[in-house]
Structure formats: structure tokens, C-alpha cells
């Protein structure tokens, strides 16, 4: 007669055997539940406080252009919670101070986007590395432009300068309006198009071209 393979005792039984195992077992999961317990509440007090800590920040009221001066009018201090705020943000209002770069209504204001202090207008709305430049508004020559327009820059040469060459050509395209009046319109040119420009005024006749997207 085959005899039945004899089982091995299960867990349980071999824990109610040995019960000093049982007590160091039950020990052990205790220790390992109360620091885990510990952790997600420590975890927890660490996020209420971080959350707890609210301050004022500078927030826009409407879209700011470059060259836009900051006041009361299209800005507002609001208490928010610390992990929100971005850095560089703006907790009080400067005085005098423009932005150099748009920023959109409701985003808060952050230090980087500031112009240096005491820049006007016009020196706030020109990128790093140009040189404003006047070109002359000539009437029926020169197309309706607004600022944050782009041109192209085209310099006609009289025959004796042009010589054998080209009689005209473009000196720089894709280059901002940063100011426009009845007289003029202002445009950021690169710091080496600059003198470049100069000459072609005493060359020839400089006029503007609007470009397209």
C-alpha cells in the first residue's frame, strides 16, 4: 500500500510551534509599519507647511508689451503659496520699471523680464545686442508699420554709386519696429548693420518693406 507524502507544517503552525519567532516576527512588522507611519506623516507636515507659506507677488492685469511701463493700472499684488511662485517673481511693485519682454495678463511678473532701470521706452523694446536707427518717412515710399512689425531694409543706390553693380539691395530683413512717429520709423538693426546703414544713407535712398509670416 503507497503511502501519502508527508506535508511540510505551514507558517502558522510552525509559528504557534515557536512562538518566541511569532513575537520577534510581529516585532519586526511593527517597527517597519510604525516608520513607514512616521514617513508619510512627516511627508505630509512637510507639504502643509510648504503649502502654509503664502507671500505677494506682482501679477499682471493685462498684456504688457515691451517698453510697457508697470503700475497700478496693469498690475496687482495676490498672496500665493510658496511652491507656486516662479522664481525672480516680483513681490512689490518697481518703481519706474518696464518691461522688456511681453508678458500676458494674469502671468506674474518675473525679474528677467524687466528692462534695466531708468531705460525709456524705446531703449526697453530693443533686443540684446541692437542699435536703434531712424529711417525717414517718405511719403508714398514707406508702408504703415506698428511696432513689433518686421522689415526688411532696402537701400536704392544712385547710378554713380551703384556704379556696374546692383543698383540696390537689402541690407538686413527681419528686423523689428521699435518705434513709429509722423517723421520716422525706428528700427532695431544688429550692432554690425548699424554702420552699415549710416553709409547707405549717404549712398543712396533707404526705405522699408514689410515682411510677411
Known sequence: MRRKPLRRPG???????????????????????GAAVTTTVQGAD????????????????????????LGPANTRL?????????????????????VAQPVFDGEVVRRERLAPSGASALAARLPTGTRA??????????PPV?????????VALAPEAAGTGAPGFALATGVPVVDVTDAAVTIAVDRDVAPRLAVAFGQGAVTLAVVGP
Open 78 to 98: 495676490v498672496v500665493q503659496p510658496a511652491p507656486v511662485v516662479p522664481p525672480g517673481a516680483l513681490t512689490s511693485l518697481p518703481e519706474g520699471g518696464r
Open 11 to 33: 507558517v502558522a503552525l510552525a509559528l504557534r510551534r515557536r512562538p518566541r519567532l511569532r513575537r520577534i516576527l510581529v516585532a519586526a512588522v511593527a517597527v517597519l509599519c
Open 46 to 69: 512637510d507639504a502643509r507647511r510648504s503649502w502654509g507659506r503664502r507671500g505677494p507677488v506682482l501679477v499682471a492685469t493685462e498684456d504688457l508689451h515691451a517698453g510697457d511701463r
Open 133 to 142: 536707427v531712424a529711417i525717414p518717412v517718405e511719403p508714398g515710399t514707406t
Open 146 to 154: 506698428a511696432v513689433g512689425d518686421l522689415v526688411e531694409v532696402l
